[in-house]
């Protein structure tokens, strides 16, 4: 007597295999076979009728005794050019959305939740516009709290799915009705918290302190945004796997310094007769003073802007490229007497004039 329906799910009928063993034998032998992994392959599609076939009858108890009792010479199933082989892989595993056509890297664990990632943590850190211009280099300590995956444990109820299922027979189909699991609450997994762990002591979290390096080129913009990979939250489940922590840098306001991209601002107060005669003055700037005298720039007028050439912060991610340096001079209000002679004012343009170069 011939059993060939064992021999098309690649099981031996003599070890009398179980349910559980007939539905991993159909899942591994129905995503090898699948048409569209197999596309155009007439060969193919028969296959995977005949291995559709031989589940829908292993797997319903009644139609498997009867098939073991007779054999495939006397063994008759209705017609089997009714059975669609799709209908029975689809109600297999579920509503899965497998995208077009089925999937170009097929590697689906349809006993597990595929890995989600959790989420990114954004931190912020101030710096100041000194580091702009030096760049940083840092090394920083991050405390990052972790749940216990060594207590976690797939639920037995569900098989990690986070559903159960029930069969109901439909002739030569099965309607599979799904719920959520009752045992695990759809997670798929349950906290079993054991003092005696050695990573958590039967709290269920643990915090890990880890080191890493903050290493940004000068000139770096305000807001920029570098990351930690794994840093940020933690998988709570094992079909999780770590966010990232996102830095934020925020540069903080200067003293001394407006900022407009790469270009500086400085204002300097100076008096009215400083303003024509000139003054030797010094500007505050990183890790130097720049030193000039304002005669160079004749007589300076209220709130015109004088540009020093590559004295503003390094361009970022360009070597030796600096912006420029911008002065605003603002002059302090005089006050003059009420009542001045002619002569005064004539001798005041006489001098006047002297200063002056035609």
């Known amino acids: 007597m011939k059993f060939k329906l064992y021999e098309t799910l690649g099981l031996n009928k003599n070890d009398d295999p179980n349910q ?50 007779l054999g495939d010479e006397n063994y008759q199933e209705g017609n089997q050019n009714d059975m669609n082989p799709e209908d029975i892989f689809q109600h297999f595993f579920g509503n899965n959305n497998f995208g077009g056509p089925f999937s170009s890297s097929f590697n689906f664990d349809f006993n597990r939740k595929q890995n989600k990632k959790c989420a990114n943590i954004t931190k912020t850190i101030n710096v100041t516009l000194e580091d702009v211009y030096n760049g940083v280099d840092s090394t920083m300590k991050i405390n990052v709290k972790n749940s216990c995956l060594n207590c976690i444990n797939i639920c037995n109820e569900c098989d990690g799915r986070g559903v159960t299922q029930i069969l109901r027979n439909l002739g030569l189909m099965q309607q599979i009705i799904q719920k959520t699991c009752d045992k695990c609450r759809g997670k798929g997994e349950i906290i079993e918290l054991n003092k005696t762990c050695k990573k958590c002591s039967g709290e269920g979290t643990y915090i890990n302190e880890h080191s890493a390096n903050l290493k940004i080129s000068a000139g770096f913009p305000n807001n920029y945004k570098t990351s930690f990979k794994g840093l940020g939250e933690q998988p709570k489940s094992k079909n999780e796997i770590s966010g990232d922590l996102i830095i934020q840098i925020n540069v903080s306001d200067n003293k001394y310094f407006k900022r407009d991209n790469n270009d500086l601002y400085y204002t300097y107060n100076i008096n009215y007769l400083d303003s024509i005669l000139g003054k030797n003055i010094e500007i505050p700037y990183f890790n130097e003073n720049i030193k000039l005298n304002t005669k160079k720039y004749g007589i300076i007028l209220n709130k015109n802007e004088y540009t020093i050439k590559n004295k503003g912060l390094p361009i970022f991610n360009k070597k030796n490229n600096y912006g420029d340096l911008i002065i605003k001079f603002e002059i302090n209000p005089v006050k003059l007497k009420e009542n001045i002679s002619e002569n005064d004012i004539n001798l005041f343009k006489e001098y006047f004039k002297k200063l002056i170069i035609n």
């Open 20 to 69: 559980q063993e007939i539905k991993k034998a159909y899942h591994k032998k129905a995503l090898k076979h699948h048409p569209d992994k197999n596309p155009n392959n007439k060969d193919n599609e028969i296959i995977f009728k005949e291995i559709s076939n031989a589940y829908t009858i292993l797997s319903d108890e009644n139609k498997k005794r009867s098939y073991d009792n």
